[in-house]
C-alpha cells in the first residue's frame, strides 16, 4: 500500500512526512519515499502466544511529494510527477490552515477553496492524458488501423466525466474497460484523504465540523496539527499515551491515515501463526480464501484444500488453536469462503 503526500507548496507535506517515518526527506527530491510497519494491537497480541516466531506487520509506503507552487495553478500535475504518483493506492492532499486566521468557519472556507483548486489540478492532469490519448486513437482510426475497442469506449467515458469535472473515482467502468486504461494511472480515479493541517490556536473538532461537507465516496477528510504530531512521534513509546490525553488527541494521526486508507481501499487483514512467523497480510474485502492463500505463496492457492480459520478474537481469548478446536470455534474453510477481518488462517494445500 502507499500512500501519496500531495498538495500546494508549504502545506506541511513534509513535516507530516517525517511524524509518519521518522525520516527527513531530501532537499529538491520530487518525491522521497518512506516504508512503515503497521502498527496492530492483535498482531502484537498473536506474537505473545508465539514468542518464538517473527513478528512480520504488513507495511506502508509513505511518498513525500514536492508542492506545487501557486503560481502553477491551473496547469495541471506535470508528466514527471504523476509518474510517480503512478503507485499510490490513495492521494493524501494535505492543505496548511495554520498559516490562516479567522473563524472557524473563514478558515474552512479557505480550505474548501484550496482543495477545490487541487481537485481541479488532478482533473487537469487526467484530461492532459485522456486527451493525447484520444487524439492518437482517432488518428489510428482514419489510418484503418485497428484500435482497442475496450479502451476506446474507455476514453470516451473519461473525456465526458472530466468535461464535466466529474472525478474518474465516480464513474462507471467495466472491468475490460477498467484494464485498458490502468496504465495511464488517471490521478482522479484514486481514493481521496484530505488532510487540513490546523496551527495550535485551531479548534480541530470545530474545523473537522465545518469541513464534514467536503467527505464524499472514496473522499474523506481528516483535521490534524503536523507538528503536535511530529512532537507525539518523537517521544519515547510509553509517554505517548499521556501527552495525547493532555493534547485531547484520541488517537496518533498516523493511526487515523492508516484506518481511513484501509477503509478507502476496502483493506481487511488475516493473520497466519506459525513456529517461524506470526504475520499480518492486508487484502481486499471479499476476497475468497483461495485467493487470500496465493498472497502467501502461489502454491498454497494452486493446491488449495481447505483453510482452517479462527477469528483472532476467539484465538486470544482461549489462548491456543486446541483450545479453540475444543470448542468447535476452528472451522473448515472451501476456496469460496470470503476472509473476515481480524480470521487467523492456516492453509491446507498439496501440490
Ligand atoms: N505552526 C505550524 N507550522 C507548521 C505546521 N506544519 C508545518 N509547519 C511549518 O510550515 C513550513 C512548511 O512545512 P513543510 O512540512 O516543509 O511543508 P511542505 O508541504 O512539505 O512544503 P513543500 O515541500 O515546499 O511543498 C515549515 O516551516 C513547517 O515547520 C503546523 O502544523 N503548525
Ligand atoms: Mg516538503
Redesign the pocket.
Known amino acids: 500500500m502507499q500512500i501519496a503526500l500531495i498538495?500546494?507548496?508549504?502545506?506541511?507535506?513534509?513535516?507530516?512526512?517525517t511524524s509518519l517515518t521518522g525520516l527527513e526527506p531530501a532537499y529538491g527530491e520530487e518525491a522521497f519515499p518512506g516504508m512503515v510497519e503497521i502498527p496492530d494491537d492483535t498482531l502484537d497480541r498473536l506474537h505473545e502466544l508465539w514468542p518464538v516466531a517473527k513478528k512480520i506487520p504488513a507495511k506502508v509506503q509513505y511518498l513525500?511529494v514536492?508542492?506545487l507552487a501557486h503560481e502553477e495553478k491551473r496547469s495541471g500535475f506535470k508528466r514527471s510527477m504523476t509518474n510517480h504518483l503512478q503507485n499510490a493506492g490513495v492521494l493524501c492532499p494535505?492543505f496548511?490552515a495554520?498559516q490562516e486566521s479567522g473563524s472557524t468557519e473563514e478558515v474552512a472556507e479557505m480550505m474548501r477553496a484550496l482543495i477545490e483548486d487541487l481537485e481541479t489540478e488532478l482533473l487537469l492532469s487526467d484530461m492532459q492524458i485522456a486527451e493525447s490519448r484520444a487524439e492518437k486513437i482517432a488518428s489510428s482510426k482514419q489510418r484503418g488501423i485497428k484500435v482497442d475497442a475496450a479502451e476506446d469506449r474507455a476514453i470516451t467515458k473519461v473525456l465526458d466525466a472530466l468535461n464535466e469535472e466529474t472525478p474518474l473515482r465516480l464513474i462507471e467502468l467495466g472491468a475490460e474497460e477498467e484494464k485498458a486504461i490502468r496504465s495511464y494511472a488517471f490521478l482522479t480515479l484514486k481514493p481521496l484523504l484530505i488532510v487540513v493541517?490546523?496551527?495550535?490556536e485551531q479548534d480541530g473538532e470545530a474545523l473537522q465540523a465545518a469541513l464534514s461537507d467536503v467527505e464524499g465516496d472514496l473522499k474523506r477528510l481528516i483535521v490534524l496539527?503536523?507538528?503536535?504530531e511530529a512532537e507525539i512521534a518523537g517521544l519515547p513509546e510509553e509517554d505517548r499515551g499521556d501527552f495525547l490525553e493532555d493534547m485531547g488527541i484520541e488517537s496518533p494521526a498516523s493511526e487515523r491515515l492508516l484506518q481511513e486508507s484501509f477503509y478507502l481501499l476496502g483493506l481487511i487483514r488475516f493473520f497466519t501463526v506459525g513456529d517461524d512467523e506470526v504475520r499480518s497480510w492486508p487484502i481486499r474485502k471479499g476476497t475468497p480464501a483461495v485467493e487470500a492463500a496465493g498472497e502467501i505463496h502461489s502454491d498454497l492457492q494452486r493446491g488449495f484444500i481447505r483453510a482452517e480459520v479462527v477469528p483472532s478474537a476467539d484465538l486470544l481469548e482461549l489462548g491456543s488453536m486446541s483450545a479453540c478446536r475444543d470448542k468447535g470455534l476452528l472451522r473448515l474453510e472451501g476456496k469460496t469462503y470470503e476472509v473476515r477481518d481480524g480470521d487467523v488462517m492456516h492453509v491446507r494445500f498439496a501440490v
Open positions: 498538495g500546494w507548496q508549504a502545506g506541511g507535506k513534509s513535516t507530516l512526512f513525500d514536492a508542492g494535505v496548511g495554520f493541517n490546523k496551527g495550535e496539527d503536523a507538528q503536535v
